[in-house]
T-cell receptor
Framework: ENQVEHSPHFLGPQQGDVASMSCTYSVSRFNNLQWYRQNTGMGPKHLLS???AGYEKQKGRLNATLLKNGSSLYITAVQPEDSATYFC??????????????FGKGTKLSVKP | DTAVSQTPKYLVTQMGNDKSIKCEQN?????MYWYKQDSKKFLKIMFSYNNKELIINETVPNRFSPKSPDKAHLNLHINSLELGDSAVYFC??????????????FGPGTRLTVT
């Protein structure tokens, strides 16, 4: 069964700390992995995409690495406005078509001011 | 300008009723999706649709049906609503990029409550 697992489920760093979260996945075929952020009451917003193991991507204070069966996301110098739920989503050819993402349950980040 | 919009934002209805949620995207994307997010924030794909094919998550009851009048719209019809259908429903759209990345743009969601 295609699935994505997050760790940890909740993260509560102090402002200015580094927040570290990860996901692991099990899919029948891998196309790419994407990270999304969801603020309360809103739809998820795409952060970045990665396509092969060993791939690293930096976007502002976000730094992500794609591993063989998972990914790590680091947010440096976290701010209260970074508080949100972060999702890893895998494009695994679900239904025989690219673009159908399998989401995990996310990591909820709550930054203490 | 709103990229992906959904109406209504809130929908409260009784068991057994039939309801629809509308979705429109102005991004010119060729693929649209419907997701269901349950109370534990688990986001699960229900359908993906472009003008060529409909991909259905086999766990979705056939009471749910997507209808696309044109490329910019994908509406969700739900018949005989049940208590377990209560959730937030998100519409999304994407366009195939070089390498097939399919970055998705989500709407604001429709919170459906079935009483």
């Amino acid at each position: 069964e295609n699935q994505v697992e997050h760790s940890p489920h909740f993260l509560g760093p102090q402002q200015g700390d580094v927040a570290s979260m990860s996901c692991t996945y099990s899919v029948s075929r891998f196309n790419n992995l994407q990270w999304y952020r969801q603020n309360t009451g809103m739809g998820p917003k795409h952060l970045l995409s990665m396509y092969s193991a060993g791939y690293e991507k930096q976007k502002g204070r976000l730094n992500a690495t794609l591993l063989k069966n998972g990914s790590s996301l680091y947010i440096t110098a976290v701010q209260p406005e970074d508080s949100a739920t972060y999702f890893c989503a895998v494009d695994g050819d679900y239904g025989g078509s690219q673009g159908n993402l399998i989401f995990g349950k996310g990591t909820k980040l709550s930054v203490k001011p | 300008d709103t990229a992906v919009s959904q109406t209504p934002k809130y929908l409260v209805t009784q068991m057994g009723n039939d309801k629809s949620i509308k979705c429109e995207q102005n991004l010119g994307h060729d693929t649209m999706y419907w997701y269901k997010q349950d109370s534990k924030k688990f986001l699960k794909i229900m359908f993906s649709y472009n003008n060529k094919e409909l991909i259905i998550n086999e766990t979705v009851p056939n009471r749910f049906s997507p209808k696309s009048p044109d490329k910019a719209h994908l509406n969700l019809h739900i018949n005989s609503l049940e208590l377990g259908d209560s959730a937030v429903y998100f519409c999304a759209s994407s366009q195939a990029l070089a390498g097939g990345y399919h970055e998705q743009y989500f709407g604001p969601g429709t919170r459906l409550t079935v009483t």
